[in-house]
């Protein structure tokens, strides 16, 4: 069995072995303990997996490295991905989580490796809540097998986000579509931040798919 090398928190399900589990990816210079409260806000009767991302960035913690802001270093975001996916069928095996039922929210730097996720490895979720997001890298697969058919996925973005292009959400909106994701696409009126009207549309997003 691979190790558990990732640093994280593992919280129960209060109902259950069947419940979801939300895997919790911060975004730059979080930690494994940053979503926990917004995981619990989202689903109160989830199972909940915090992880901490491995690389360092001014001693400020990432899920890949980057070249510049917006540029990010394509060959160790992929072995990132590849190892955070060993990582997450690792912890299920461990902790007793539904390969079927684990659930992404991701923030920023933690939704990119998270799309990075859905693109190359599409067994790992069943479905994801993705603040922030960028278009991590343009697959070459175009064999249209859809391998995300159907699962529900949220892109949720700021108008005015100073570091992410609206273009750039759209475009990762149809990268999805074309594996076969079902995509709904929200931009509320802020900036890099969250806001609390978009916690609460993901709320609902989230048990309109997943909820008991």
């Known amino acids: 069995m691979t190790q558990l090398d990732f640093i994280h928190e593992y919280v129960p399900s209060s109902s259950g072995t069947d419940a979801y589990t939300l ?22 009767d989830a199972a909940l997996l915090g992880v901490r991302g491995k690389v360092l960035e001014g001693g400020m913690p990432r899920f890949f490295r980057r070249l510049a802001e917006g540029v990010f270093d394509q060959e160790d975001l992929l072995f990132r991905t590849d190892e955070l996916a060993d990582f997450l069928r690792a912890a299920s095996e461990t902790y007793g989580i539904h390969p079927g039922k684990r659930i992404a929210v991701g923030y920023s730097n933690g939704a990119n490796i998270a799309a990075s996720i859905l693109l190359r490895h599409p067994d790992i979720f069943a479905g994801a809540l993705l603040f922030r997001p960028m278009v991590p890298f343009e697959p070459t697969d175009a064999t249209g097998t859809q391998p995300l058919r159907d699962k529900p996925v949220l892109l949720s973005a700021g108008e005015v986000d100073p570091l992410i292009p609206q273009a750039e959400t759209n475009r990762l909106a149809e ?26 549309v993901a709320k609902a997003w989230y048990e309109q798919n997943f909820g008991r």
């Open 23 to 44: 895997v919790l990816l911060h975004g730059t210079g979080g930690n494994e303990q940053d979503l926990i409260p917004l995981g619990r806000f989202l689903a109160d």
């Open 175 to 200: 990268l999805l579509k074309v594996q076969g994701a079902a995509v709904e696409l929200h931009f509320n009126p802020g900036g890099h931040g969250l806001m609390q009207p978009e916690l609460q």
